[in-house]
C-alpha cells in the first residue's frame, strides 16, 4: 500500500466557491489545475470536454442606471448587447473590472456562477441548459468545477433567457 500525496488546499477563492456550494446544500467539488485556464477552450482541453460545455458568468452593466447583472452562458456563445439591451431596457456594456470584483467578490477570469459578493440579477442562456456536462469557473482561472444543466439553474436561480449568439 502507498500513500497518496494529500490534496493541495484550494486558493482562498475557490474555497469561498467550495463552501458556497457546500452552504447551499450542492454536492459539486472545486478542483484546481496546475496551470490557468483563461479561455473556454483552453478550460475544456484541461478538463476533457468541447467549449460549448465550459461555464462562463460574465457582469454587464446598464449605462443608465449603472445596474449590473450577470450572464452564465456557455463558452461557445457570444452575449448579443442589443438582446441584453432590449431585456433591460437599456443600453448595457460590459462592466469594469472594479464593479466586477466589487459585486462578486472575484477578478474576472474566475467568476463563479455562485459565491458572490452580492445578490445579483441573473440570467442563465437558454441554450446553454440543453449541454450536458458542463464545467464552471470556480473564483480562480486554475478553479473549475462539474455540475449539471438542472443544478446550474437552481445554484443561480437565474432568469432562463436566449441572448447569446452560438460560435461553436
Known amino acids: 500500500m502507498t500513500m497518496q500525496d494529500p490534496p493541495r488546499p484550494l486558493t482562498e477563492a475557490a474555497q469561498r466557491v467550495q463552501d458556497a ?16 485556464v483563461k479561455t473556454a477552450a483552453a478550460a475544456a482541453e484541461a478538463v ?7 461555464v462562463k458568468s460574465l457582469v454587464f452593466q446598464g449605462v443608465t442606471s449603472g445596474k449590473p447583472i450577470l450572464i452564465v452562458a456557455s463558452g461557445g456563445t457570444r452575449i448579443s448587447e442589443s438582446r441584453l439591451a432590449e431585456l433591460m431596457g437599456e ?4 462592466a469594469p473590472p472594479k464593479l466586477v470584483r466589487e459585486v462578486t467578490g472575484f477578478a474576472i477570469g474566475g467568476i463563479p456562477p455562485v459565491g458572490h459578493a452580492q ?13 450536458d456536462g458542463l464545467w464552471a469557473a470556480a473564483g480562480h482561472p486554475n478553479s473549475l468545477f462539474q455540475l449539471t444543466a ?11 433567457l436566449d441572448v447569446a449568439e452560438w460560435s461553436t
Not at 21 to 36: C, K, Y
Open 48 to 54: 476533457g470536454c468541447t467549449p460549448a460545455q465550459i
Open 91 to 94: 443600453p448595457v456594456k460590459m
Open 21 to 36: 456550494l457546500r452552504n447551499a446544500g450542492f454536492s459539486n467539488t472545486v478542483i484546481e489545475l496546475d496551470v490557468p
Open 150 to 160: 438542472d443544478e446550474l439553474q437552481r445554484m443561480t436561480a437565474g432568469r432562463i
Open 119 to 131: 445578490k445579483l440579477d441573473t440570467i442563465v442562456e437558454a441554450k446553454l441548459l440543453t449541454l
